[in-house]
Structures are given as structure tokens and as C-alpha cells.
């Protein structure tokens, strides 16, 4: 059976950046796709049952014609190998909650999300990707309307060392479907002294293979976690970061959500993929 991801559209321009990498990663590592499209369908308060029931029919037919009609194109502009494609529709209202449920529908491994481009990451993300990262039980990918297709060779993987273990053991077998590497960061403000940083090491050493490397890096005071990061991605050379949330306020809510790292631009064209910590 073909692990999928779920790639929710709404037909415009700047969704098909999550396509294109849908694309990337369909290619790379045999996933198939199922294209989500959410078309809330109104019902007039005069019309019976039966009208609306047909009207509804119609409306969902005309979506998925529209959906098919919009993957084309868009993959004209991703084009690669045939992959196993198939394409939902729901009517729902809530969008974000759609999302969800359609995941659970298609037997998803994973959402593949556009973002809304450059901005504080809830700008980026908007409400509908913050509602399913934040929900979701599977990982979510976001990227960045600026994304361009390119094969998936370095995985950049902040950690805050508490799971490493665990952690590091998904990252290993994403990275091995795409015959990438993985860099490992961890930010500490002590990381420059001995004792602080030798202790690190011990726990660096402990996790090394042949596919993992770390790099300990000294987080500076004047400047935010996410700060640091967007940096490190450019410097390394990231085709895809990796971060860890309990989807409750944790690591990653502290890294981006709060108001100093709000301020922060991400500027970057790198997807994230956003992992629930369960």
C-alpha cells in the first residue's frame, strides 16, 4: 500500500507551491496523492430538501472538475514521474476542521500545506495551517509560496535534545525514503562553555551515524530562536527543515508564536515539516 500525502487546495496561484513539492516528494520517496478541495455549499433557506440535495450534486461535480482542471496545470509547472493521484471534495464549512477529518478519510501520512508567503509565522501560515498543525495527528508540511522543485538531499532537524532518541529515529527513516542526510542543530545559550558544551557533545556523539551530523551552536541573546534557525537552514543548505510541537504550547509554539519571535521575518523558501509529538 502506497503511504499518501494530502494536499489541501483552494485553487489559487499560490497553492500550488504545496503541489509542486507534493510533486518532489511523490518522486522521490513513492507517495501517492490525493488532492483535497473544500467547497462550502450554501443552502438558500426557501429551497426543500430535494433542491438542495441536487444543487449540491452539481456543485460538488463542478468542484472536482475544477480541482482536476487546477492539478493539471499545476503540475505542467511540476512536471516528474506519473504518480498515484486521487482527488476529495467536501462541502463543509469549516475548512480547517475539513482538512483533518479529510486526512483521516484518505488515510493520510501526512499533510502537504502552501503557505501565504513571507511575514510573522502566523502571517505565513494563516489560520487554516495554524488550526492543523495545531490539530492534526499526523505531520504537516508547510511551504513557502516561494518554493521551488529541487530534489530533498539535506534535512535540517532543530532539536532541543529532550527526545532526541525518539525524534531522531523518524527523522532517520523520513530521510532514508529520500536518500538525504540530516544536520542536526541545538541552540544553547552556554553551548561556549566547556563543561555546558561537553556535556552536549556526550549527548551529539550518542546519536551519530553515518547519515547524522551535529552542530552545537551558541544562541545569542539579541537574537530570537527563529532568527537562529533561518540562518542555519541558508548556511547548511536545507532543502526541508524538521521541528517537533505537543501541539500545546510547546518548543515550538515558545520558538515562533511568541510575541518577540512574531516579529521575526521568515524569509526563507525551505519547507518546514511540523511534527505532533504524541
Known amino acids: ?29 513513492g507517495y501517492a496523492i490525493t488532492f483535497f478541495y473544500c467547497h462550502p455549499v450554501l443552502k438558500p433557506t426557501r429551497w426543500s430538501e430535494k433542491k ?12 472536482n472538475r475544477n480541482l ?19 482527488f476529495l471534495i467536501s462541502h463543509e464549512f469549516d475548512v480547517s476542521r475539513a482538512i483533518v477529518e479529510a486526512a483521516d478519510e484518505a488515510g493520510a501520512e501526512a499533510i502537504c500545506m502552501s503557505s501565504r508567503g513571507a511575514g510573522g509565522l502566523r502571517k505565513l501560515l494563516g489560520s487554516n495551517a495554524e488550526y492543523v498543525i495545531h490539530r492534526a495527528p499526523v505531520p504537516v508540511f508547510i511551504v513557502p509560496q516561494g518554493y521551488r522543485r529541487r530534489p530533498v538531499r539535506n534535512i535540517f532537524y532543530a532539536s532541543d535534545f529532550n527526545a532526541i532518541a525518539r525524534e531522531l529515529k523518524y ?8 536518500e538525504a542526510r540530516v544536520v542536526v542543530y541545538h541552540y544553547d545559550y552556554m553551548a ?48 526541508l527543515g524538521v521541528l517537533f510541537t505537543d501541539q500545546k504550547r510547546g ?6 508564536m511568541t510575541s518577540n519571535a512574531v516579529k521575526a521575518v521568515y524569509n526563507t523558501t525551505v519547507p518546514l515539516l511540523i511534527v505532533p509529538r504524541h
Not at 483552494?10 to 500550488?16: A, E, N, Q, T, V
Not at 527523522?171 to 529520500?178: C, I, K, S
Open 1 to 29: 500500500m502506497s503511504r499518501t500525502l494530502l494536499v489541501p487546495t483552494d485553487l489559487s496561484p499560490r497553492s500550488r507551491a504545496g503541489v509542486r513539492f507534493a510533486a518532489q516528494l511523490a518522486e522521490q520517496a
Open 52 to 63: 438542495y440535495q441536487e444543487h449540491l450534486v452539481a456543485e460538488v461535480e463542478k468542484a
Open 251 to 256: 518548543w515550538f509554539d515558545k520558538l515562533f
Open 192 to 239: 561556549d562553555v566547556p563543561e555546558v558544551r561537553n556535556k552536549l557533545q556526550k549527548t551529539a556523539d550518542k546519536y551519530r551515524y553515518a547519515d547524522v551530523m551535529f552542530r552545537i551552536q551558541k544562541m545569542h541573546i539579541d537574537k530570537s530562536l527563529s532568527t537562529h534557525i533561518e540562518k542555519d537552514m541558508r548556511s547548511c543548505s536545507a532543502s
Open 171 to 178: 527523522v532517520r527513516q523520513f530521510a532514508r525514503r529520500l
Open 68 to 86: 482536476r482542471h487546477f492539478v493539471r496545470n499545476a503540475y505542467r509547472s511540476a512536471p516528474g514521474q506519473k504518480v498515484n493521484i486521487r
